[in-house]
């Protein structure tokens, strides 16, 4: 995955600096748009927008760069507070939800879990069965803690992900709206105009006469 980030991120940079800009003769904006829906950059570059056109390159492998750092991140954050879980609480955390996880960080042990859902629900409450693969019992109140200190340094790091997830849609958007833009401005067909006038005839009668330009 590191690798596929630094070639995506390099490949933005060669394309930044090295796609010549096309600004000979009309542009069509579809088109615009669809290179830098595949892209972002590249529509403005085929339409002679150079500038904005590396600018967008490079926000593209830079967002890239972030959401993959991130996940990796997060990837090695779960890890981390699995292991904790397994060494300070003997869980088998393999498989398991995140609820299961949930129950770990609010509760001593399964048995303190299962004792607060027969008190709150009677029996109706779903209590987790006490078997091998679900015990736990954390060895201290600041192992417990620390787990949650753990996980919540994962949900920062899966959160920060997303945001660049979300920084990727809308440099697409931006992008392509941008490159239709630019390609509309090489367009070489006069502008369509409306032309609307009130013409007196002799009699005293106004007619209305509207004439359309192309």
């Known amino acids: ?22 600004a ?11 290179f830098s829906l595949l892209l972002p950059g590249t529509g403005e570059l085929y339409a002679g927008g150079g ?11 830079t967002f890239w760069t972030g959401l993959f750092a991130f996940r990796a991140l997060a990837s090695a954050r779960e890890t981390t507070f699995k292991s904790f879980a397994a060494a300070h609480a003997g869980a088998h955390t393999d498989g398991k939800p995140n609820s299961y996880f949930d129950e770990l960080e609010r ?21 987790r069965p006490e078997t091998p693969d679900n015990i736990w019992e954390w060895d201290s109140e600041a192992s417990r803690l620390k787990f949650q200190t753990l996980r919540n340094k994962k949900t920062w790091a899966s959160q920060k992900a997303f945001l660049f ?3 990727l849609v809308f440099n697409r958007f931006a992008s392509v709206l941008n490159a239709a833009r630019i390609a509309r401005k090489t367009q070489t067909t006069p502008p369509q105009t409306v032309q609307m006038a009130l013409v007196p005839h002799p009699d005293g009668v106004l007619e209305g006469r509207v004439r359309i330009r192309f």
Not at 51 to 61: V, Y
Not at 110 to 127: H, K, P, W
Request: aromatic share 18%.
């Open 1 to 22: 995955m590191t690798r596929f980030v630094c070639c995506l991120f390099v490949l933005c940079l060669f394309a930044s600096f090295s796609i010549p800009s096309c």
């Open 24 to 34: 000979n003769g009309p542009k069509s904006p579809r088109k615009a748009a669809f």
């Open 51 to 61: 500038k904005s056109g590396r600018f967008f390159l490079f926000t593209e492998g």
């Open 107 to 127: 509760f001593r042990s399964i048995y303190a879990r299962n004792a607060y859902e027969e008190y709150v629900s009677g029996d109706a409450g779903r209590l």
């Open 165 to 167: 997830a979300g920084a």
